[in-house]
């Protein structure tokens, strides 16, 4: 191209950028919209130009589709806020949303707080005096957002506003700033009411005394908390205006349990005008009656007065009862099918143990304490660290990815194969829990205990649930020490047989009996994968199963050549070791292809995984979702719900014992019980949701709704043919 080109198109481009940065009406106030199926999303601002140190308004407008809405800050029992992720020009600050006052949108047997229809929310943007006004300034956002009906769709768009920055004074839109402040007017309005809270055993009351100047036409419609899950969102509010002063009656909900110190919340009113304008909401910060610091005295769950549908069999509990829960709990864990191969090992290595010096066992026992206790802090901290997150996780979370279903199914392969004798790791069985030997065994004690940690996981005891979700609603700090109690239960006996020596001496005494216990307990293992290979099938398909078999297959093949070169030197025994590292970093990488291949078998109708255990079952489960369980209680249907899942040996013992009966099969049909099976196998946000209104974190969890407004019934977490028979023909 010419010079003369080149700098006549350079010229052109440089007067139309003047034209447009000199002419207002050239920059607009409203960024283009962005719609979906439901929402059309759009970024406005209040001025067309802006000036250096300048103070507006932007706003995001959702204008949602009829029949949907989308959530408050506090977005009630489910639902999400909008969030909104700013790219910004240098030293330019946006304030965080500001939510106007919400409505109450009740979804079956639950309460949301929301928006219908359109809904702006504004935000305080300011400059630095500094800024430079040579080239406009752009704005943009990434909104997320979940919109709801029968379904929620998570959404979002990415909207961009461009403002030049002018040396004349700001200019302002008359159109964005009508709407920013019809925006502002409905946001909460602070006030100085004098205003309190005082609780009793099963109701919190609100009370407030209102402004003389105070309108008389105005009605008290809802008070909505800022906090989330401190109030039953679906109870009924008892609002009154006695003598100049309001009282507010709320029904505690499942985070009021570790106390509260306030209940700041918005309380709106209705004004009796009608149309757009017809609420008003004020933001209250009530203090405590009592003492500031203490908490919600013990909240029963609601009586007939104030019914409660998710009632939370944690509730009530205290740090002591909690701590002692835990620690029962973890004595019974011990006795759940899944810690019975690792409970075996660990009794014939007390066995061997039991000749040496006393210190020397119980020593060994201490050790095995460690690793438990060390086990337990290192899940409880991980498991608060996600909740902390957001992750939305429970009790065995681990178990559901497919990656570390393999990694155990492989651990269990390789002990299975030491004890079989294919290969040896040292000459204390103690080591067989780990890969790990060291002098006196110690190592292999403390690994063991780590062992029996991970493999307990995808079991619940008695007492657990109710310490576990009890732990949910602590601080950190109490709930590691939950954690800590369930894992020193987990490990008592063991330190009782350490250290009362007269337990020991009732144990026999070491001989050829124990090579051959040895080499028959590596069934149990063998079994154990298996079980796992099982799991992993239904979380990652045949894909994931494959690479996971040829994995073993490798490592089968690397502790045979480990064995066989292991008391070699030179060449032959470097060979081996070589070679049995090489078949060890390729079944890595098989276990990694699980990572890729997370695709799930196709259950046909979505049967729940647990439920394919090798005979046709005689209850016809149907899938759970929160809709479908509403729809069939409120039609006054009664519904039986199995949370469980595939790698829960538990839920597995207890549908084989209790729930494949006749009887109970019969007494299901007679009454025209819908059974919904909420499978937990692979994650699944909704169950876990659904797990914490009961103050759960974990399956199995057995709750009978007998329709309509009936309160639902927890079965025990140990199902016998007679218990689930009694809540059947008694509720």
């Not at 006052?101 to 504004?122: A, D, S, V």
């Not at 920055?165 to 839109?173: Q, T």
């Not at 946001?187 to 003389?212: C, G, N």
């Not at 004595?331 to 759940?336: A, E, F, K, P, Q």
Request: overall charge negative; aromatic content about 8%.
């Amino acid at each position: 191209m010419p010079a003369s080109r080149v700098l006549g198109a350079a010229l052109t481009s440089f007067l139309a950028a003047f034209v447009s940065g000199a002419a207002g009406d050239s920059w607009s106030a409203v960024a283009n919209p962005v719609s979906t199926d439901t929402v059309t999303a759009t970024l406005l601002a209040e001025r067309t130009a802006v000036v250096p140190g300048d103070r507006f308004r932007l706003g995001l407008t959702l204008d949602v589709r009829d029949g949907w809405h989308v959530y408050w800050q506090n977005p009630g029992d489910s639902g999400l806020p909008p969030v909104l992720d700013w790219t910004l020009p240098d030293g330019v600050t946006v304030s965080d949303v500001m939510f106007p006052i919400p409505k109450r949108i009740p979804y079956g047997p639950l309460m949301n707080f929301g928006y219908e229809g359109q809904i702006t929310f504004p935000l305080s943007v300011e400059l630095p005096p500094s800024i430079a006004t040579d080239t406009p300034l752009r704005f943009q956002v990434r909104a997320d957002w979940l919109v709801c009906a029968d379904i929620c769709i998570p959404e979002s768009a990415e909207l961009a506003l461009s403002l030049p920055v002018s040396v004349d004074g700001p200019r302002n839109d008359a159109t964005g700033r009508a709407a920013l402040d019809a925006a502002m007017a409905h946001l909460p309005r602070p006030i100085d009411w004098p205003a309190q809270v005082s609780v009793s055993a099963d109701w919190i009351t609100v009370t407030m005394t209102l402004p003389e100047d105070l309108p008389g036409t105005l009605h008290p419609e809802a008070y909505f908390p800022l906090a989330e899950g401190v109030i039953e969102n679906a109870a009924a509010q008892d609002i009154a205006i006695a003598d100049g002063v309001l009282s507010i009656g709320l029904v505690p909900g499942y985070q009021a349990q570790s106390g509260i110190a306030s209940l700041d919340g918005v309380l709106v009113f209705e004004t009796g005008l009608g149309g757009p304008d017809g609420r008003i909401g004020y933001l209250v910060r009530p203090v405590m009656a009592t003492d500031a610091a203490g908490p919600l005295p013990t909240v029963s769950g609601g009586g007939a007065a104030h019914p409660n549908l998710w009632s939370i069999d944690s509730a009530g509990l205290t740090v002591p009862m909690a701590l002692v829960l835990a620690l029962l709990g973890g004595i019974l864990l011990n006795l759940m099918p899944c810690v019975f191969p690792v409970l075996f090992l660990k009794a014939l290595g007390l066995v061997e143990t039991a000749q040496n010096a006393p210190w020397q066992v119980r020593l060994h026992g201490l050790v095995f304490a460690g690793g438990v206790l060390l086990s337990f802090l290192v899940i409880g901290g991980a498991w608060i660290a996600l909740l902390a997150g957001g992750a939305s996780i429970g009790w065995g979370f681990q178990l559901q990815s497919p990656p570390i279903v393999a990694v155990l199914a492989y651990l269990f392969l390789l002990i299975g194969l030491n004890l079989s004798g294919v290969f040896g790791i040292g000459t204390s069985i103690m080591n067989v829990g780990t890969g790990l030997a060291s002098r006196g065994g110690y190592a292999g004690s403390f690994f063991t205990g780590v062992l029996a940690t991970v493999v307990a996981t995808p079991c619940t005891a008695p007492f657990m649930g109710a310490a576990l979700g009890f732990a949910l609603t602590q601080p950190p700090v109490i709930a590691l020490v939950v954690f800590l109690a369930l894992g020193l239960g987990m490990a008592l006996p063991y330190l009782m047989l350490s250290f009362l020596p007269r337990l020991l001496r009732l144990l026999p005494k070491p001989g050829a009996w124990m090579e051959r216990l040895k080499q028959a307990l590596a069934f149990p293992m063998y079994a154990t994968a298996a079980w796992l290979l099982w799991v992993l099938a239904l979380q990652a398909g045949p894909d994931g199963l494959a690479a996971v078999l040829a994995g073993g297959l490798t490592l089968a093949f690397a502790a045979w050549v480990f064995g066989l070169t292991q008391t070699s030197g030179g060449i032959a025994r470097a060979i081996g070791t070589f070679a049995a590292l090489a078949a060890v970093a390729l079944a890595a990488g098989f276990v990694r292809m699980t990572a890729l291949t997370e695709t799930p078998v196709d259950i046909p109708g979505a049967q729940a995984a647990s439920s394919r255990s090798g005979s046709a079952e005689a209850i016809a489960w149907q899938p759970f979702s929160t809709q479908r369980l509403t729809d069939l209680t409120q039609a006054g249907t009664p519904v039986f719900v199995n949370f469980t899942a595939a790698w829960c040996i538990t839920c597995l013992v207890n549908e084989r014992m209790a729930l494949r009966s006749d009887s109970v099969i019969a007494a299901l049909d007679a009454r025209g019980v819908v059974p919904l099976k909420a499978d937990w196998t692979r994650y699944d946000a909704e169950i876990t949701e659904a797990l914490a209104l009961f103050g759960r974190s974990g399956v199995p969890l057995y709750v009978f709704y007998p329709g309509g407004d009936a309160a639902p019934v927890v079965l025990p977490q140990f199902l016998t043919e007679g218990s689930v028979l009694s809540v059947l023909e008694t509720t």
